[in-house]
């Protein structure tokens, strides 16, 4: 393969430097042997039509062939598919009718391939004036954070809606989701709800709330524990903003119904408190790491237990990840580390504060990687990073070899480098 041809990337400081992109990619097959150690999940990012003429805070438009042949790409390697999650932006742009179209087509398509999917339950069809900003964490309403102050729609809004909504409507809102999840033939995630955090005033309203409907589920299902690094709105989470009396009332409720739940989510980028938590989950209930930063050291494990995975960084890491889960699965942990410790500075670049908005750059490797024409986001969610550093993610991919074509990476960088003033 030709090496691309030099490409002009900002320089701290001012003025540009040059960077040599990798000449030859790495070459992962998919269609290997299924997992046999571990259970996997990619969120999955969605794709939008750069055709439709939309605003922002309107309807998503999702070019759904693009889409879905993304979660095909994921498939082919192994991977099983959260559908539907934060990865997807999922109340950053994509609201619930657009949510819902979303997990029928992905769900109708993982039956026909026999793909693994497990897709988020969550409340945000609640209308906005069905929660008022009144209840909403102060750090979700400081000056930084408005251009993410959006409420159950998955909207912007610049409104103050004044009527609460009740835990019935936030229960119902949730039973909704779930009857379509389960229709659908697709496993439930149940997410944290902005609704929830906003009206809940004591832990046994979560108690109350996840009872409810880890007993009305057919099938055991994913519990997840968002941390308000990804959603300001979520701060105090399980009725305290004390991590430890929160992790309490967590496993309290897994602890009431541990046939229901076949394992959690933890997305709180924190180690220790995974490891802790996770020695603490009854026999049979998985921990699935969600932790961006430390994934290697949790899949891997230790004498105790390990994780499994369902991580946003796998969006872009898909083919590479999973060869290292079948290198695991050969028992040699080392090698394993081997090929997803290098990948660590990419991901804690891609989720540098603020977190949230970790979509951009996923959408944008998407785009250089060839599995999009475009670098377009609903909700505008493009314009959320700097281009130093889209620059700098685009070098540490390059760098990691996943880009199928570095030639067309190369080209498309070059590209929108020259829109943005920076001349190759």
């Not at 039509?49 to 309807?59: C, E, K, L």
Request: proline share 7%; hydrophobic share 40%; charged share 20%.
């Amino acid at each position: 393969m030709t090496r691309p041809l030099q490409v002009l990337l900002p320089a701290e400081g001012g003025g540009t430097r040059a960077y040599t992109p990798r000449g030859e990619p790495l070459r992962i097959a998919a269609d290997g042997p299924p997992f046999t150690s571990r259970t996997v999940y990619s969120a999955a990012h969605v794709v939008a039509d750069p055709f439709a003429d939309v605003s922002p805070d309107g309807p998503a438009a999702v070019d759904w062939d693009a889409t879905l042949a993304f979660r095909h790409h994921l498939w082919s390697h192994g991977l099983g598919v959260a559908e539907a999650m934060d990865t997807a932006q999922r109340g950053m742009g994509l609201d619930w009718p657009g949510a819902a179209e979303l997990i029928r087509r992905s769900a109708a398509e993982a039956k026909a391939v026999g793909g693994r999917i497990a897709c988020g339950v969550g409340t945000d069809q609640l209308s906005t004036a069905q929660l008022s900003t009144d209840q909403l964490p102060t750090a979700q309403l400081s000056t930084d954070q408005q251009p993410t102050a959006q409420l159950a729609t998955g909207q912007l809004t610049t409104g103050r809606p004044t009527l609460p909504a009740k835990l019935p409507q936030i229960v119902q809102a949730y039973e909704e989701q779930l009857a379509l999840v389960e229709a659908a033939g697709a496993q439930a995630i149940l997410m944290a709800s902005r609704a929830l955090a906003a009206t809940a005033t004591s832990p046994d309203d979560y108690a109350e709330t996840y009872g409810h409907l880890l007993r009305q589920a057919s099938e055991p299902v994913i519990l997840h524990w968002l941390g308000p690094m990804f959603d300001p709105a979520l701060e105090g989470y399980w009725g305290s903003a004390d991590l430890d009396a929160a992790t309490d009332t967590f496993l309290d409720v897994i602890a009431a119904h541990p046939d229901k739940v076949d394992g959690i989510k933890i997305s709180l980028l924190d180690a220790d408190r995974e490891v802790a938590l996770r020695r603490r989950l009854p026999q049979g209930v998985r921990c699935y790491t969600g932790d961006d930063f430390h994934y290697p050291e949790l899949i891997a494990g230790d004498g105790h237990g390990f994780s499994h995975a369902l991580l946003g960084v796998f969006d872009p890491l898909g083919p590479l990840a999973a060869e290292a889960v079948r290198v695991l699965d050969t028992g040699d942990a080392q090698g394993f580390r081997a090929l997803l410790d290098p990948t660590v500075e990419l991901s804690r670049h891609l989720f540098r504060n603020p977190t949230r908005y970790y979509k951009t750059g996923v959408v944008f490797l998407a785009w250089l990687a060839g599995h999009q024409t475009h670098f377009t986001m609903v909700g505008g969610l493009q314009s959320a990073r700097s281009l130093p550093h889209l620059a700098r993610a685009y070098e540490l991919a390059d760098g990691l070899g996943l880009f199928p074509d570095p030639t067309l990476a190369a080209s498309r960088m070059r590209s929108l480098l020259t829109v943005h003033g920076v001349p190759q």
